[in-house]
């Protein structure tokens, strides 16, 4: 027989101290870090042990003795079983101050380059409602809250339309008001819940690949432009048409009205046909006079009026003055692109997803900017030294590469095409200081803006200017 394990350790009214990378929460005990997750510093616990490693310990927290002072009370009656808005229990100054702290840790431990003193985070002006794209999902597998469990009922009704619980691939949290996206978002949600329960209509079983509604997307613009796409697992159009009609009749501000029918193992629609059923087959968002034309599979930064906050102080990195040649690497639908051309020479965009640079160079259609050109395929395979000598000499580059951060091949072109100014956008530190340590050979770190996002959620942007040294 094989030796037992050792259980693994309860330790006891244990303070937690800090919170770390991916906003996990840290204690300490005999110089070991254990890791853990719903608490906050100050908090006092007792931690199981699920995970021994050399140098670390994961644990669940089994009770809580006492509350710290840093706490606040969650507002939203999901929190806890939904696995969004994390951090509702720290006060948002807090939580600006453990977001900006992480950058700083971050840079300073994964990148070991010279930093200046990095300029207070930036913290959105709205912490609700700031959301433009939620995706919700039907299944009729409805996650039971632990109240529902102990009332030791069955329950008739099992269809739920809201969010994946973290780690359920096929249970999902029946969501009755969420705090992310305007109350349109909740309106049309609920009205479609409803509807679908009174018509008996079936809601998505993902593990026997059966039923007729699948997933709703809805997205909001600024200027109040709304689109709605109802997603289904096959055709059955008499009970379509009705659903899309009650929609319509019951909802006459949606811009744009679609579904797709979607007979695939997985969600995704990025290669499906998506259908419009009424309305136009896009909206527009509007960022300082800029029109963007956004279609059922375009992308654009989830906080609109933090994205623009981003993009400023961007293009402020950059401070160009009309004369320059600028790169923008993973330029999405060319929203930076498009919002820094009017004060540069020219501007050259590099995406690998081909619908986002239709979409970039529609945008530029739409403003009338006529000093912008885009290219669409893998960044490393693009950015080659020929093609810096067929577009000109980048005086500036901005990149924004995606949570990966950018390949060493990448960075390499970048090495070689030498612009004067680099401004780094990214959405994930870690990997940004990473990639600033391989750019220290050519460059050097001289301003950091931390930007919130997402509030009540660990994550965190930052925006970096590095300028060429000058042989020092």
């Known amino acids: 027989m094989g030796r037992r394990r050792k259980p693994l350790p309860l330790y006891e009214k244990v303070t937690i101290a800090d919170v770390g990378a991916e906003g996990k929460a ?9 890791f853990t997750t719903h608490v906050v510093p100050g908090d006092v616990v007792d931690l199981q042990v699920f995970k021994k490693k050399r140098r670390f310990m994961e644990a669940r927290v089994v009770n809580i003795h006492e509350y710290s002072d840093e706490r606040t009370e969650a507002f939203c009656q999901h929190f806890g079983t939904c696995g969004g808005c994390k951090w509702q229990f720290l006060p948002y100054d807090k939580q ?67 969010f994946h619980i973290p780690g359920m691939f096929d249970k999902v949290l029946d969501i009755e008001k969420c705090w992310l996206q305007t109350e349109s978002s909740n309106a049309i949600r609920n009205e479609i819940r409803a509807y679908a329960l009174q018509n008996d209509l079936s809601f998505f079983d993902i593990r026997n690949q059966e039923g007729f509604l699948r997933n709703l997307i809805i997205r909001t613009a600024s200027i ?63 960022m300082e006079g800029l029109r963007f034309k956004i279609g059922p599979k375009s992308f654009y930064q989830t906080n609109s009026e933090q994205a623009y906050e981003l993009y400023k102080i961007a293009r402020d990195y950059a401070s160009l003055s009309g004369d320059e040649v600028v790169y923008d690497l993973y330029t999405g639908t060319g929203t930076i692109a498009n919002f820094v051309a009017g004060k540069a020479k020219k501007v050259v965009g590099i995406e690998y997803v081909p619908e986002a640079i239709e979409d970039a160079k529609v945008n530029s259609e739409l403003n ?16 080659t030294p020929d093609f810096v000598e067929q577009n000109g000499q980048p005086d500036v580059i901005i990149t924004d590469p995606p949570r990966a951060g950018m390949h060493d091949d990448v ?31 050519g460059y050097k770190v001289v301003k950091v803006q931390p930007v919130d996002m997402f509030p009540h959620t660990h994550h965190v942007e930052n925006v970096v200017l590095l300028e060429k040294r000058e042989n020092e």
């Open 26 to 34: 840290i204690a300490k005990v005999d110089d070991v870090v254990i």
């Open 96 to 162: 600006l101050f453990y977001k900006e702290k992480q950058v700083t840790d971050q840079l300073r431990r994964i990148g070991h380059v010279e930093l200046p003193e990095i300029t207070p985070i930036k913290g959105s002006e709205k912490t609700t409602f700031y959301r433009n794209k939620l995706e919700f999902t039907f299944s009729n597998k409805r996650w039971l809250t632990q109240e529902e469990v102990d009332t030791e009922k069955t329950f008739e009704n099992m269809n739920a339309l809201g």
């Open 224 to 286: 109040g432009e709304l689109m709605v796409i109802v997603s289904f697992y096959h055709e059955s159009e008499e009970k379509r048409v009705a659903l899309l009609e009650h929609v319509k009749t019951k909802f006459p501000e949606i811009t744009s009205l679609m579904y797709v029918i979607n007979e695939k193992a997985n969600d995704t629609i990025t290669d499906q046909e998506i259908i419009c059923y009424s309305g136009r087959d896009h909206i527009f968002e509007e």
């Open 368 to 383: 009338d900017i006529q000093n912008t050109s885009f290219f669409a395929g893998d960044m490393k395979a693009i950015l």
């Open 411 to 441: 960075i390499k072109v970048i090495l070689q095409a030498a612009p004067k100014k680099i401004v780094y956008v990214s959405c994930n530190p870690a990997t940004q200081a990473r990639d600033l340590n391989l750019l220290d050979e």
